[in-house]
């Protein structure tokens, strides 16, 4: 009888990413738990048990199964997608013990990464603060989502170093900046001020964390906050513009940016009739074809459900979402709901190759660019599932033509005379594999029976050999 898996809380997620720093715990692999993909960044984080659940999961018989809450922190790591694999396959060469010590192991050498200094004068301490601030505000500046590398390429390589950056040089500076203060907080005063400032920052440092680590991002999702740094200048006698000030200036920046997206590329669609603005951020697109679109323009960094609602209180008769800020993203909820009321929510790119379709086409648009990424990670799992000798496996259906779908559907083709037993057994391989990307429907033809069907859409693509 299958075990169903509870959900690891969100808050026990976030300490485990806490712990392994973005990296692999097994320290004889240590890989980082994300791999670069044309432009985009797919995640091969894999929280794994270290005594599994049920009677029947690996290292379940060990004499701590019946007392340790199996999903507990203190039962989980954080592995890369092929060492969890190994660990539970080959569940004997992998002991509890022996993963506890990867996980102690890890730690002290994340830890070792953060030694922090005794201060106990409040303008040295400030002063460590303001460089560390000054560093990240640099590189927000010129690899950011609204820096000019970014914003005349669009994304591309840009968005792969401002990716890099977050990850090599912010996360660990906000982690820094948390340390010092707290570490020292007993050497001032109390109530220490500066202390009560910090708190505030964390929130925003731990949902940046998680946004740039997981694939859960967090709807509710922390701005940096202005008055922070603010403070800590003021503290120094550092001239800085109030926060008030400075977000109206960052609210007038991000808005001629759109201005520019909209100068740049959608007033010159060969689609695109003619578009004047509405207000600040909504305008009026009259397409060649004779439709009419009113289409919302934010710069919001991840678009929800909630931003979504925000937006109908504001205008319901929006037809269309614009996210303009490059390194933006939306999510599939959010995206599911716009199709279900007959709303496009695109990226910048995503709008400008949609509008050049109709109904279900024109809503569910899909870039070429991600359908050749779901080819190639197709291609990866069909090899991984290790096919037997003499098959094909084909791919088709909405997975590749839609941006949500609803199942994978897959062939394997096979050369007569086979042996049925081991197509079955590369079948339930391949299931296995592919429900990493949802959920497979796979189905079996011979090739004389595959050279006569008729599919209803001209995407059949060959993902193995």
Not at 88 to 102: P, R
Not at 152 to 159: K, M, Q
Request: proline share 4%; hydrophobic share 40%; net charge negative.
């Amino acid at each position: 009888m299958s075990v169903a898996r509870k959900t690891i809380p969100v808050n026990t997620t976030r300490q485990l990413w806490g712990q392994c720093g973005g990296f692999c715990q097994n320290p004889s692999c240590n890989k980082p738990l994300f791999r670069e993909v044309s432009d985009q960044v797919v995640s091969i984080a894999n929280v794994a048990h270290v005594i599994g659940q049920g009677s029947s999961g690996p290292r379940s018989d060990h004499e701590l199964a019946e007392f340790i809450d199996r999903d507990g922190l203190a039962n989980l790591i954080m592995l890369c997608l092929e060492c969890h694999k190994i660990v539970d396959e080959l569940e004997k060469l992998f002991s509890v013990e022996q993963m506890f010590s990867w996980k102690t192991s890890h730690a002290g050498k994340i830890r070792s990464l953060f030694v922090i200094p005794k201060i106990t004068d409040e303008h040295e301490l400030l002063s460590e603060v303001n460089d560390i601030l000054e560093e990240n505000s640099s590189i927000f500046r010129e690899c950011g989502p609204y820096s000019e590398q970014i914003l005349a390429g669009l994304g591309g390589d840009g968005l792969k170093v401002w990716r890099r950056r977050c990850l090599d040089t912010i996360l660990p500076n906000n982690q820094r900046i948390i340390a010092l203060i707290e570490t020292n907080k007993r050497n001032f005063p109390y109530p220490w001020k500066v202390y009560s400032w910090m708190l505030e920052y964390k929130i925003h440092a731990d949902a940046f964390q998680y946004n740039c680590l997981t694939d859960n991002k967090v709807n509710d999702y922390k701005l940096f906050p202005r008055s922070f740094e603010y403070r800590v200048k003021s503290r120094l006698g550092i001239e800085c513009k109030p926060p008030a000030a400075a977000q109206q200036e960052e609210l007038e920046f991000r808005y001629n940016t759109i201005q520019t997206f909209i100068e740049r590329f959608l007033s010159r669609h060969n689609a695109i009739e003619c578009l004047h603005e509405l207000n600040r951020g909504t305008m009026v697109v009259k397409l060649c074809d004779g439709r009419e679109l009113t289409v919302f323009v934010t710069n919001t960094y991840y678009f929800t459900d909630y931003t979504l609602e925000r937006v109908l209180e504001v205008d319901p008769a929006i037809d269309a979402i614009i996210c303009s800020s490059p390194a933006a993203r939306y999510s599939d909820s959010a995206k599911r709901q716009c199709i279900e009321h007959g709303i496009g929510l695109f990226m910048l790119g995503e709008f400008m190759g949609a509008i050049n379709f109709k109904g279900e086409q024109y809503l569910n648009f899909l870039l070429r660019a991600d359908r050749e990424l779901r080819e190639f990670q197709l291609k990866d799992l069909s090899r991984q599932a290790k096919p037997i000798p003499g098959v094909r496996v084909y791919a088709f259906g909405s997975f590749l033509r839609r941006r949500l779908h609803a199942d994978i559907d897959l062939m394997i083709v096979y050369e007569e005379p086979a042996d049925r037993s081991e197509l079955e057994a590369f079948e339930a391989r391949l299931q296995q594999f592919v429900k990493r990307l949802g959920q497979p429907d796979v189905s079996i033809a011979s090739a004389r029976e595959f050279a006569s069907l008729r599919l209803q859409h001209d995407n059949l693509t060959q993902v193995y050999p």
